[in-house]
């Protein structure tokens, strides 16, 4: 079984602060994809990573895979308030999600 | 493109009723769509594979008398709860892949909330 983990589990910061979210996993994966979630609906793709070493901007999003494809990382640059919601990372042939990690940026 | 849709977006009803939830694929064809179970301020817990024109492949723990999975289409999947009570209130999502994508990425449908009285 592959198995993700997220870290922190909770973050909670001032907008125009900076974060980072790792994702980490003793298993290969293939791709890993990213979400955000918001309360009360379907979590929504912001990114698919699928070589080693890999990164992909959006817009103030940053992802990163692994070079050996077993972690991913996500960071964000100035957060601003419209980024609060529940991140989660995925991958695998079942879509294993990593425990997620709320993400709260305060005004 | 890759949309999905769910519904209804929530429902309430009482114990001992079976309610059904539909997962459309509107601009795609799927023919594997995933059930998803998630509780409050918690991870998605994926809960079958289902499996156009076969049966649906469940998830160690999950009761398939009990969440009863039908994908008689490419861009249609139902769950319906069964027998339903309090304890199977919750936030239920599906999803899709869309059909040529060599990654594992899935789309997923708005969520139904699930509330049994």
């Known amino acids: 079984t592959q198995l993700l983990e997220q870290s922190p589990q909770f973050l909670s910061i001032q907008e125009g602060e900076n974060l980072t979210v790792y994702c980490n996993s003793s298993?290969?994966?293939?791709?890993l994809q990213w979400y955000r979630q918001e309360p009360g609906e379907g979590p929504v793709l912001l990114v698919t990573?699928?070589?080693?070493?890999e990164v992909k901007k959006l817009k103030r999003l940053t992802f990163q895979f692994g070079d050996a494809r077993k972690d991913s990382s996500l960071h964000i640059t100035a957060a601003q308030p419209g980024d609060t919601g529940l991140y989660l990372c995925a991958g695998g042939s079942k879509s294993t999600f990593g425990d997620g990690t709320t993400l709260t940026v305060k005004p | 493109g890759a949309v999905v849709s769910q519904h209804p977006s929530w429902v309430i009803c009482k114990s001992g009723t079976s309610v059904k939830i539909e997962c459309r694929s509107l601009d795609f064809q799927a023919t594997t769509m995933f059930w998803y179970r998630q509780f409050p301020k918690q991870s998605l817990m994926l809960m079958a594979t289902?499996?156009?024109?076969?049966?649906?492949?469940?998830e160690q723990g999950v009761e398939k008398d009990k969440f009863l999975i039908n994908h008689a289409s490419l861009t249609l999947s139902t769950l319906t709860v069964t027998s339903a009570h309090p304890e199977d209130s919750s936030f239920y999502i599906c999803?899709?892949?869309?059909?040529?994508?060599?990654?594992?990425?899935?789309?997923f449908g708005p969520g139904t909330r699930l509330t049994v009285l």
């Open positions: 999803s899709a892949r869309a059909p040529g994508d060599q990654t594992d990425t899935q789309y």
């Open positions: 289902s499996n156009e024109g076969s049966k649906a492949t469940y």
């Open positions: 990573v699928v070589t080693g070493g």
């Open positions: 298993s290969v994966f293939s791709s």
